[in-house]
């Protein structure tokens, strides 16, 4: 399994190598068949290896599950948890009377891969909107409470709509306007806000399948996707909550993430077009300081804010 296997569709490997640098949200949006799930499986294969730390921290809350066998006593690989859309809010969230963790706990320090995402119940999703913003989910019962970790990389994948050709040039879309609205309107704005990039998956063109061109292996992008981390543990030295920049807070947002002129423009701009809320606005500034480390740059350029904006243009595009 490597990115050198997926034919094509190099903005979509940028935005997830993105994503992967600075620990983001992603959200994959395109017809059946344009390779979300491949590329989603490829993930593992270019995030940063876990640290002694975060490996016990995963141990643990694998160990509380009974996942843990005599043969692998300890995890030492990032999770990738890829649940089915029929899961319920406790397998997802985690519960049961003697608490157990769920799919978010146990995504800890890896990837949670949401596949057909509208089809995951509507009251799952709604409570994904904790773990989501504070890495931690708190299970109660009437014996008590307990708080699970679940500091994840949530990377979700749709179709545009229910038969999956909105919008395509090749295929004819069968679905009627109140079909497609109800569709999307399962994922809700303040799910979507906790996203950080929304990225269009076209489908795959001939040219690309056919092409003999070599394409980059994972070793390349994570390779990459090391220097940007690297980045981000210099600037987060002395802050142990936070490991990457995804989990950046306002004081840290306003410490690393300062603007020219020009770059504040043109999120203003943004977010009077898009009609953005101040979490998106967050989200945007997130995704450019992680587009500055890729680039090696210790200043974000108004380029390095273009780009994060245009991971945001779903929320005018597809949303509304």
Request: proline share 6%.
């Amino acid at each position: 399994v490597d990115f050198s296997d997926v034919k094509g569709q190099s903005n979509v490997k940028r935005a997830i190598e993105v994503a992967v640098a600075g620990g983001h949200n992603v959200l994959m949006i395109g017809p059946p068949g344009s390779g979300k799930s491949m590329l989603a499986k490829r993930i593992p294969t270019i995030i940063p290896p876990l640290s002694l730390e975060e490996a016990i921290e995963t141990t643990k809350i694998h160990s509380i599950a009974g996942l843990l066998d005599t043969e692998q006593s300890f995890v030492s690989t990032r999770p990738f948890r890829p649940p089915h859309h029929t899961i319920s809010d406790i397998g997802l969230l985690g519960g049961g009377t003697f608490p157990n963790p769920g799919e978010v706990s146990l995504a800890h320090n890896g990837v949670l891969f949401l596949d057909e995402l509208p089809e995951f119940k509507r009251s799952a999703l709604e409570v994904m909107r904790q773990p989501l913003e504070d890495g931690r989910v708190t299970v109660s019962r009437a014996a008590g409470s307990v708080t699970f970790p679940s500091e994840f990389m949530l990377v979700a994948a749709m179709n545009p709509c229910p038969c999956g050709y909105f919008a395509d040039l090749k295929r004819e879309c069968r679905c009627g306007p109140v079909q497609v609205q109800r569709y999307r309107q399962r994922i809700s704005g303040p799910l979507l806000d906790r996203i950080d990039l929304h990225i269009e998956v076209p489908a795959v063109e001939y040219r690309d399948v056919a092409s003999e061109r070599a394409e980059e292996s994972s070793a390349t992008i994570r390779e990459r996707v090391a220097h940007a981390r690297e980045r981000q543990q210099e600037r987060f030295q002395n802050d142990p909550k936070v490991n990457c920049n995804a989990r950046m807070a306002t004081r840290q947002l306003k410490q690393h993430c300062k603007l020219s002129h020009d770059s504040q423009e043109l999120i203003r701009v943004a977010m009077s077009e898009l009609n953005l809320s101040a979490r998106a606005y967050d989200r945007i500034l997130k995704v450019s300081r992680t587009i500055a480390d890729l680039d090696g740059k210790s200043d974000i350029s108004p380029e390095h804010v273009s780009e994060a904006i245009q991971y945001r243009t779903f929320d005018r595009t597809l949303w509304v």
